[in-house]
């Protein structure tokens, strides 16, 4: 690669760096207006919705993994947990292990509504991405998991929360996107 190729594609990297943040908004905005509709009879939208994908798909062995694992500050997460329980969605259960400890378990009731949300959150995706083939929809999908996944290994006090909240309030106080 020659001197002037390095440039061109530092330039390149810096120009497409000056819309990343951008688009990441753009992209994350319009995902939280079309999943939060979707999901608005689940005990708090999409934080409801992610706390069932974990009890559901993972091995996350506490209530306090639980909130490691998301990120969510455990006293929050108490209050999503009791109104997923009262909607009868999950259940606490002693740990086996360790009976100061609290597993938190889907019911079968709480496996069907998100089988149920969790095609119409795939639904609500495909329409935010509807501009990209399908091909590319699924390629930008991985690449965010990996991103995701590689940023709460390196930094795993990174709130998701607070981070969507951010980007939610900046767009919201400058929509043109100029600052």
């Not at 939280?32 to 979707?38: G, L």
């Not at 990996?146 to 309030?169: F, Q």
Request: glycine share 6%; net charge negative; charged share 25%.
């Amino acid at each position: 690669m020659s001197a002037d190729t390095n440039v061109s594609v530092q330039q390149g990297d810096r120009q497409r760096g000056v819309n990343f943040g951008w688009s990441l908004g753009m992209v994350l905005r319009r995902w939280q207006e079309h999943v939060e509709e979707t999901l608005k009879n689940l005990p708090h939208g999409s934080r409801g919705y992610h706390i069932l994908a974990v009890v559901v798909h993972e091995d996350v062995p506490t209530q306090k993994a639980l909130a490691t694992r998301l990120v969510i500050d455990r006293s929050v997460l108490t209050y999503v947990i009791d109104d997923l329980e009262a909607a009868g969605l999950i259940a606490r259960q002693l740990d086996p292990r360790d009976r100061r400890a609290r597993r938190i378990v889907a019911t079968e009731q709480g496996r069907q509504v998100l089988a149920d949300a969790e095609q119409r959150v795939a639904h609500a995706e495909d329409h935010v991405l509807r501009g990209l083939p399908a091909e590319q929809r699924a390629a930008f999908r991985e690449a965010a998991e990996h991103a995701a996944e590689a940023i709460a290994s390196t930094s795993p006090g990174t709130d998701p929360c607070l981070a969507v909240s951010s980007v939610l309030e900046e767009s919201t106080a400058n929509p043109s996107g100029t600052r």
